[in-house]
């Protein structure tokens, strides 16, 4: 197969044959390997060459006339000069699109002195160079001529069908395993749209799996603050986060600077940036070929913005990828919508039980600090009795809160110099029992109950209110009863200094199976000198988050 300069330029000059040219030479290859001979291809639609062979003729514009001149998909003879047929094989490659392969045949032999002026014409040359290459060439009757073109052409339309099919279905499998990660990654962030993951954890999860999912090199996902410095109690994000996956080509100022360059607008949905923006000039974040940025949102409040960054094979980002994008960020916007809401109602909570703890400390100054002390020593003891996590928080409240019944015992009796009188003491073994119903109401403090109503049972049933013994009594008050003794015995009262810690520690051995649970004082002296550590200074602040300080 032979390009003339001739072709070259015209290939050149017309795209859509530059575009048909490599099917031409698919075509070409498997046309010689079935007959022997080569073909030259034409656009079906135009009439313009394609691919030109090297015998005579073969580049004659009548040539291409005649092919687009066909009609039917049939093999087809285009000229006839005796002893030549020129044949035509329509042969369709897709998209709409048809070449028209042409080549002459020679039908009978012929004589050195025959006569061969107009097959001469037909192959564009003299009758010289015409009988030369008539004599060169094998004879073809012409029924076996026009039923080889058939044959040939319903082997390339079924390897051609073949191929296709192979190709939809590599898509669909593509498009199948696509999906599935798409699933996979929707599910698993289903399954951790819970309160304990935070937003971060979360996001960076799903920035990890993303990648598994969308042909990007890289992902990033900015976080915004949720609250100001100072002004929480628990654990809160106060600056924004730049989080990452893969190949990222942006730091946190230049995200930020990337946001604020597009303009983006929450409500907008996602944005998709492809060549044709970032190809042009003053395109300030040469990095970056495609992006699709969409927000982390609920409602009006924007959470966040995700990023992925740069086509794996450098093509472009479609509606699949931000559709995708968009109900991630989505999700994550509800996630993280719910995480605040539930700190803000902790920070609720915190503030009620510091309005509790005041006036327990304003009720009986006497015993300021002692309910801060007890919560502390108490989540002391809970981790070294290897307590699951959520008890810690639940036994911090629970210490700073297991007096609140105090608010109801008269000041005289609680803050008298002297030793209780019997029915003093009696009106003092009240405090448990006020202190759950001043809490019975406050559904969030539920847990906190069992600590209030029994931290004064004893293990050998002798306490009160209700005398429970052994493991009727709650764990956490268990536990707090310790936490309260040891800080109680310890502690100056008005009636009395302060025991040392030696005699602390001989009653605690005396009451361990009798007054308390023995497990708990054994976990008392196991983190003995944490304890002592805890009960010898005094917090200025009073954080309520566990996480923070244990």
């Not at 313009?48 to 003879?77: M, N």
């Not at 479609?318 to 993280?336: D, F, K, R, V, Y």
Request: negative net charge; glycine residues 6%.
């Amino acid at each position: 197969m032979v390009v003339t300069p001739e072709i070259a330029l015209f290939t050149a000059a017309n795209p859509q044959s530059a575009e048909l040219a490599p099917h031409a030479e698919r075509l070409a290859t498997a046309l010689r390997d079935a007959t022997g001979r080569d073909f030259t291809f034409w656009d079906a639609d135009s009439g313009d060459l394609v691919l030109a062979s090297d015998e005579p003729g073969a580049a004659d514009p009548l040539r291409g006339q005649l092919a687009r001149a066909i009609r039917g998909s049939e093999p087809q003879f285009l000229a006839e000069e005796d002893p030549l047929v020129v044949v035509g094989i329509p042969l369709a490659i897709g998209y709409g699109q048809s070449l028209v392969a042409t080549a002459p045949f020679v039908t009978r032999g012929v004589d050195p002195d025959e006569h061969l002026g107009p097959a001469a014409t037909l192959l564009a040359c003299d009758e010289l160079q015409a009988l030369g290459w008539i004599r060169a060439q094998s004879a073809w009757p012409p029924e076996l001529i026009m039923r080889l073109a058939s044959a040939v052409q319903g082997r390339l339309a079924a390897e051609a069908r073949t191929t296709q099919l192979q190709q939809e279905v590599e898509k669909v499998s593509s498009n199948l395993a696509s999906t599935y990660e798409e699933i996979c990654l929707l599910h698993g962030l289903t399954q951790n749209l819970r309160l304990k993951i935070d937003d971060e954890s979360l996001c960076q999860l799903v920035l990890n799996r993303i990648l598994d999912c969308v042909p990007a090199r890289g992902a990033a996902l900015l976080l915004l603050p949720v609250a100001k410095e100072g002004q929480i109690t628990y654990k809160a994000r106060t600056q924004s986060v730049l989080l990452q996956a893969g190949v990222c080509p942006l730091d946190h100022n230049r995200f930020e600077r990337l946001i604020e360059s597009l303009n983006l607008q929450p409500a907008a949905g996602p944005r998709v940036v492809n060549r044709r923006y970032t190809a042009a000039d003053g395109w300030p974040f040469p990095g970056i070929r495609q992006l699709v940025v969409v927000p982390v949102t609920e409602g009006d409040r924007v959470f966040g913005w995700m990023a992925i960054f740069n086509h794996t094979s450098d093509s472009e980002f479609g509606t699949i990828e931000a559709s995708l994008l968009n109900s991630i960020g989505a999700m994550l916007g509800i996630h993280s919508s719910n995480r605040d809401l539930y700190r803000l109602q902790s920070e609720f909570l915190a503030s009620v039980v510091r309005a509790f703890t005041s006036a327990i400390d304003a009720k009986d100054p006497y015993t300021c600090g002692h309910s801060d002390r007890v919560a502390r020593i108490a989540v002391r003891l809970a981790k070294e009795l290897d307590c699951e996590p959520e008890l810690l928080h639940t036994l911090y409240m629970a210490g700073l809160l297991h007096d609140i019944g105090k608010i109801g015992i008269n000041d005289e009796v609680l803050r008298k110099a002297d030793r209780l009188t019997e029915a003093e003491f009696e009106h003092i073994k009240e405090h448990p029992e006020l202190g759950y119903k001043i809490l019975a109401d406050i559904s969030p403090l539920a847990a906190v109950l069992p600590a209030v109503l029994h931290h004064h049972e004893q293990w050998d049933g002798r306490g009160y209110p209700l005398k429970l013994a052994t493991d009727q009594i709650p764990l956490i008050a268990r536990i707090v009863a310790v936490a309260d003794a040891f800080d109680a015995m310890s502690s100056d009262r008005p009636y009395r200094k302060g025991m040392s810690v030696e005699k602390v520690n001989e009653i605690f051995r005396r009451g361990a199976g009798q007054q308390w649970d023995p497990e708990v004082i054994a976990a008392y002296f196991s983190a003995y000198d944490d304890i002592l550590k805890i009960s010898s200074y005094e917090r200025a602040n009073l954080t309520l988050d566990v996480a923070q300080w244990i």
